[in-house]
């Protein structure tokens, strides 16, 4: 049966990733000089103004300030053209330590709370993720990429991808419908502004799996010129479902960025995702979902249940006694075998925490656990 699923990305320039990369970057600050840090940092960003507010425990000396206007510059926010500037803007740092209750649970290797997390691979691409968000994603990197290289000298650091594509059954069958919009400079005419996206951003990207029936809305609302400074407010953990699997598989409702690995809605994130796509790779499915759910206080998951959605080539039970035999849940074992202490963590909050081969929980090397199944 014919069908459409669209999936949205955005790119570091927009106010919530601006948010999530700031609050990235300070847990980064940290770990770099304290492996050990308990950082949960949120952001707000409104006019002129970034508010950073955290429970911190650290041995490290940070400079918070300059790590938020560092990370604003950075993203290319550093003019009042671009209506917000990392040099000026007013930075408000709001502090308190980790409650105790909670970090002596952690201290333990316990779970800090009850969250219930979710991890989905697909055989539909090479980065094991549904090809609507495998597309966004990969458009919106294009987007920075043309910004950054100068190839679109006028293009701004905020902007919005979205892909809807065909379906017959599970079959793939072309790419529907294309949505770029892409903050500009007032100088660009609207016409060459489409033009130029199209054949920079869009053609490269997506190539052949278009059609003569694929429509584009390239800024469809024409102008684009003035930034959320002036309009929107931005916030961290406020695109969680673009930080997955864009709704197209379920989400636990814990946000990833900015909050440390000893807290399982992140790391046991990761781990699922990990399971899965191992499990996938491996050949005994072409679709897997996992769900890990964890209870305060408690060492190991109370429970883990896999669906393959009929792909499965054996019986399920026999996949979910693969991980139980084989993988140790519990937090500390997961942040040991993801490696997790490192400053790895503002790289994850633009453009998707999966499908990106440099984290290690995107590593194919447990396939022969469950290829054994075979």
């Not at 379920?250 to 399982?264: N, Q």
Request: aromatic share 12%.
């Amino acid at each position: 049966m014919k069908h459409f699923i669209t999936s949205e990305s955005v790119t570091e320039g927009h106010p919530d990733k601006l948010c999530d990369q700031i609050s990235d970057a300070i847990l980064d600050a940290c770990l770099a000089q304290d492996p050990k840090s308990r950082v949960a940092c949120e952001c707000l960003a409104t006019t002129w103004t970034i508010i950073v507010a955290w429970e911190i425990t650290t041995h490290a000396g940070i400079d918070f300030e300059k790590v938020v206007r560092d990370t604003i510059i950075k993203i290319w926010y550093d003019s009042e053209e671009k209506f917000f500037d990392g040099k000026t803007c007013d930075v408000q740092v709001l502090l308190h330590t980790q409650s105790p209750d909670i970090a002596m649970g952690v201290d333990t290797w316990w779970a800090g709370d009850q969250w219930i997390m979710y991890g989905y691979a697909t055989s539909e691409t090479e980065s094991y993720l549904p090809i609507t968000i495998d597309l966004a994603h990969k458009l919106s990197r294009q987007l920075a990429k043309v910004r950054k290289e100068w190839t679109l000298d006028y293009i701004r650091p905020d902007g919005k991808t979205q892909v809807t594509v065909e379906y017959d059954g599970n079959t793939f069958v072309r790419v529907d419908t294309i949505v770029v919009s892409s903050q500009h400079s007032d100088k660009v005419p609207q016409e060459k502004l489409r033009e130029d996206i199209k054949e920079y951003v869009i053609k490269p990207i997506v190539g052949n799996m278009v059609d003569d029936q694929t429509k584009y809305f390239i800024n469809p609302t024409w102008s684009f010129h003035i930034w959320w400074p002036a309009w929107d407010t931005g916030l961290t953990w406020r695109k969680i479902i673009v930080d997955s699997y864009w709704g197209i598989w379920r989400h636990g409702g814990g946000a990833f960025s900015w909050k440390d690995p000893t807290k399982v809605d992140r790391s046991g994130a990761y781990i699922a995702r990990y399971l899965a796509k191992n499990i996938v790779a491996s050949g005994v499915c072409d679709k897997c979902e996992i769900q890990i759910w964890y209870a305060i206080w408690v060492v190991q998951p109370v429970s883990i249940y896999v669906d393959c959605f009929g792909t499965e080539k054996l019986w399920l039970e026999k996949i979910i006694d693969a991980v139980k035999n084989n993988f140790d849940l519990c937090p500390q074992a997961i942040i040991d075998r993801l490696d997790l202490r490192r400053p790895v963590f503002q790289a994850t909050a633009s453009y998707g925490h999966f499908g990106r081969d440099e984290f290690n929980w995107e590593r194919l090397d447990s396939i022969k656990v469950f290829k054994n199944l075979l």
